[in-house]
């Protein structure tokens, strides 16, 4: 799978699990943040395609602040024994957690593709 390709299915994921959170909530307003970051990162989905170094580094740091961000709704979780809401967050802990090992081979990939060019 291509770094881009990671991106859109987390932001994907994360929009349809963070809704489905929001609406099995009751509302609360604070399980729309997940959502709401989801489509935050599929706006970077065509410049991270077009292999901009910036926005591939900015795609990083957003999908790991979100993932050490999922850890509290899943302690909420298991503290309130809520089985679905404990697999709607580990769904996105291990999306985002996908979506970082795709990005940080990507890295390593272009590293050594540059540096076996330099010999």
């Known amino acids: 799978m291509k770094p881009y390709q990671a991106n859109l299915f987390n932001a994907t994921l994360l929009v349809i699990l963070g809704l489905w959170s929001y609406s099995a909530s009751g509302r609360?307003?604070?399980?729309?943040?997940?959502?709401?970051?989801?489509?935050?990162?599929?706006?970077?989905?065509?410049?991270?395609?077009?292999e901009n170094k910036t926005v591939a580094h900015v795609v990083v740091v957003l999908t790991f602040l979100i993932l050490i961000v999922l850890f509290l709704p899943l302690r909420n979780s298991i503290n309130a024994g809520n089985n679905m809401a404990i697999l709607r967050v580990v769904l996105m802990i291990v999306s985002c957690?996908?979506?970082?090992?795709?990005?940080?081979?990507?890295?390593?990939?272009?590293?050594?593709?540059?540096?076996?060019?330099?010999?």
């Open 28 to 50: 609360d307003t604070h399980t729309l943040i997940v959502p709401a970051l989801g489509i935050l990162l599929s706006f970077f989905h065509k410049p991270f395609k077009a």
């Open 97 to 119: 957690t996908a979506a970082m090992i795709v990005y940080i081979r990507s890295f390593i990939d272009a590293r050594k593709n540059r540096l076996s060019g330099d010999m």
